[in-house]
């Protein structure tokens, strides 16, 4: 079987680069899809409370047989719930629906234009932390002055930030700004959500390479050193997605798929993003 590399986090803590990723996954087709990811070889999951399908993640782990320490587990806390109590009723709800004693990542899904103070939930997370319930703690959609803040004003360093990342928004800058303060870079719709799949220059690399497309850009973020988790519903996609570890990207491939950089995002900009589910 195709053997997926580690990453070794800011505190020691292994992550695989590749993962598969739930959002999107309606609650009734979860534990379906999680179950074949499993079986395919995925050992690293990206849920959220937002997603609405933690317990059916759970579902899928408990019936796979494997021993819940072999998959790395991420989940990611609501945007209603950033008060400090609230961010620990929560984080014990993802354990209790995923049907797991501890999470091996926690993430502050948004900084939240309008409320601007993710300090006190971070504070929550690094309860939790310190109590060994989740081996490691980041955010998400966080810009480097979202984690200037956390620096100057909390303990514990984010492990990883969790941002949009593909062909057509590479971010450059920030991804230099997380290396540079230790953080992992987590890159979410990976493919754009299928978007940059018909670019003509990403075509001519994957019939270059005999490679699909969607494979050539996640080979380019797994060179750059990205975490991926690509999501897909369809068990054909996600075996291809899975095996991009037998070819290799010259530089200048690289390049070619960096150059493609518009700025462009799919989601929303985490600078004046603020939506706050009741
Ligand atoms: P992706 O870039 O992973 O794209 C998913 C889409 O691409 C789906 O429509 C899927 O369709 C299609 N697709 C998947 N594989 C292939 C393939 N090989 N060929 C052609 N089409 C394909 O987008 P996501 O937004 O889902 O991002 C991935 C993960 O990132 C999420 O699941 C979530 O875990 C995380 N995320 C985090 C966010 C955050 O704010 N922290 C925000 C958004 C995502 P199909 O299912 O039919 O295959």
Redesign the pocket.
């Known amino acids: 079987m195709t053997s997926i590399p580690n990453i070794a986090l800011n505190n020691g803590v292994a992550i695989p680069q590749l993962?598969?990723?739930?959002?999107?996954?309606k609650p009734d087709e979860t534990a379906e899809a999680v179950t074949e990811a499993l079986r395919i070889g995925y050992r690293h999951i990206?849920?959220?409370q937002?997603?609405q399908n933690e317990k059916q993640v759970g579902q899928a782990i408990a019936r796979s047989g494997l021993d819940p320490s072999e998959i790395f587990v991420?989940s990611?806390l609501n945007n209603n719930r950033q008060s400090f109590d609230d961010a620990l009723r929560a984080f014990d709800q993802s354990l209790v629906d995923l049907g797991l004693d501890r999470l091996d990542l926690f993430?502050i899904?948004?900084p939240l234009a309008t409320i601007r103070d993710y300090t006190e939930a971070w504070r929550a997370l690094e309860r939790v932390y310190s109590e060994g319930r989740t081996r490691a703690i980041g955010v998400?959609?966080f810009q480097p002055h979202h984690i200037r803040k956390l620096r100057a004003e909390t303990e514990v360093p984010p492990a990883v930030n969790?941002?949009?990342v593909?062909p057509y928004l590479v971010q450059d800058e920030l991804c230099a700004f997380n290396a540079e303060h230790e953080i992992a870079t987590?890159?979410?719709?990976?493919?754009?959500?299928?978007?940059v799949?018909d670019d003509p220059a990403i075509l001519e690399l994957a019939d270059r390479h005999d490679r699909?497309?969607?494979?050539v850009v996640?080979r380019w973020h797994i060179q750059l050193g990205n975490i991926?988790?690509?999501?897909?519903?369809?068990p054909?996609?996600?075996q291809?997605?899975f095996e991009i570890f037998d070819f290799e990207l010259s530089d200048t491939d690289l390049g070619m798929i960096s150059g493609l950089d518009r700025n462009e995002r799919?989601?929303?900009d985490p600078d004046v993003f603020d939506s706050v589910p009741s």
Not at 228 to 234: H, W
């Open positions: 993962g598969f990723g739930v959002f999107q996954i990206d849920t959220a937002m997603y991420t990611k993430l899904h948004w998400s959609n969790q941002i949009e593909h987590e890159a979410w719709s990976p493919i754009a959500q299928g978007l799949l699909t497309p969607a494979q996640l991926v988790f690509p999501k897909s519903s369809n054909k996609r996600m291809e997605n799919t989601g929303p």
